[in-house]
């Protein structure tokens, strides 16, 4: 679509060039990585130059990731296959995750996990148990305290699973300063294809990580955490998309500007317009903002009229006329809920495209207005 300013890169990025030219490669050739012979070998080559790249892009080792069909299959292999019976989550996780059941971790106005009572609710019962928080918020883009539940958890012999699906290309992410036990990432939140994802188990390939049992049985694939023959474009595609992300991580930074350029936009037009978690750290590409009086789902098909793309809550969610969970959770009201929209930058996004979100907004706002002029409330 010429000129679309698309602003969904939260709900899927687009694909880098080096993730095109990788996969198309890959493509064109035979080989199985488990078969012996050549072609075999040369395919468990680009498999293995995958994995270090990906490990590189969060500071992990090679041998501790295990690649999977995508982000939400990762979070259900560090959920299930941990054996741990009890799980703590918290209420802004991806339904991949929160349904998964659990104990349900609160958060604050902010979206931030509550700390005390994760210490009070590990110390209530020592049943060994799971915690999952995750890094950065698909519809806010508010950072939690990963640091702080990890530190809280180990004290009390829990294990800590972050998605950190959302984060990893946009923040440096470092599993070893974060601590984690299992991270979760997906390869098309970072410019790689959909279909693709991991789960790194810190320790695991020296056997000192926490222990997983594989959800699959077949072939001996990913050393059986997750057997069947590898998706080997995919994964070409996921470490190309990794090295190219982890090389421009500085020009992630450039989005908080246009990020910044947004917000202030909106309230030159509206002051009281609401920016969902603006006084807390965020990613900087996301901004989930409500314009009170016009739903969500009225104002994703405005936009996309005018050619913005941008997203009612999150993608997986949407279709759906319901208020978003995680501002549920959040203890939004509904009245901002009900309208808040999702503006999510990418690694191609430019000013340009801020600029034609503006011109809609402004367009969509005086219509509103327009109307509430023409037909006062009885
Ligand atoms: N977790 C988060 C935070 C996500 O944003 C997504 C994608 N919407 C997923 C998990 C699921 O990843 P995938 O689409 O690769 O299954």
């Not at 349904?99 to 979206?111: A, I, P, Y």
């Not at 947004?262 to 920016?275: N, R």
């Amino acid at each position: 679509m010429v000129n679309y300013a698309y602003l969904d890169h939260n709900a899927t990025t687009t694909p880098r060039p080096e993730t095109v030219r990788a996969m198309t490669s890959v493509l064109g050739r035979v080989g199985n990585p488990s078969s012996v012979h050549g072609p075999g070998r040369e395919a468990r080559k680009l498999m293995e130059q995958a994995r270090t790249n990906v490990a590189a892009l969060v500071n992990a080792s090679a041998a501790d990731v295990i690649f999977t069909s995508g982000g939400t299959e990762a979070n259900n292999l560090a959920l299930t296959g941990c054996g741990r019976q009890r799980r703590l989550v918290s209420a802004v996780e991806h339904p991949s995750v929160l349904k998964g059941g659990g104990e349900t971790l609160s958060v604050d106005g902010n979206g931030i996990v509550d700390l005390d009572r994760l210490d009070q609710l590990l110390l209530a019962d020592n049943d060994p148990a799971l915690v999952s928080v995750m890094l950065a918020n698909n519809e806010t883009g508010v950072i939690e305290p990963i640091k702080d539940v990890v530190a809280i958890a180990h004290r009390h012999g829990a294990l800590v699973h972050c998605d950190a699906i959302q984060a990893a290309g946009k923040i440096p992410v470092d599993i070893v300063t974060l601590g984690v036990d299992m991270m979760s990432l997906s390869a098309h939140k970072i410019g790689g294809p959909s279909g693709v994802g991991a789960l790194i188990v810190p320790g695991m390939g020296d056997g000192t990580g926490a222990k997983l049992n594989g959800q699959l049985f077949g072939g001996g694939q990913e050393r059986g955490f997750r057997v069947g023959t590898e998706n080997l474009p995919g994964i070409a595609g996921f470490g190309a998309a990794a090295a190219a992300a982890l090389a421009s991580l500085q020009d992630f930074a450039r989005l908080a500007s246009l990020r910044d350029a947004i917000e202030k936009g909106i309230k030159d037009i509206e002051p009281q317009a609401t920016v969902i978690g603006e006084d807390v750290i965020r990613l900087p590409n996301t901004v989930c903002l409500s314009m009170p009086g016009t739903d969500s789902q009225t104002q994703v098909m405005a936009f996309d009229l005018a050619g913005v793309g941008v997203s009612a809550g999150s993608a997986c969610s949407s279709g759906k006329a319901k208020a978003s969970g995680v501002l549920k959770a959040m203890g939004v009201c509904d009245d901002i809920a009900g309208s808040a929209v999702r503006v999510s930058l990418g690694w191609c996004s430019t000013e340009s495209d801020v600029d034609t979100f503006l011109e809609a907004w402004r367009e969509l706002y005086f219509r509103r207005s327009a109307r509430e002029i023409s037909s006062p409330a009885a």
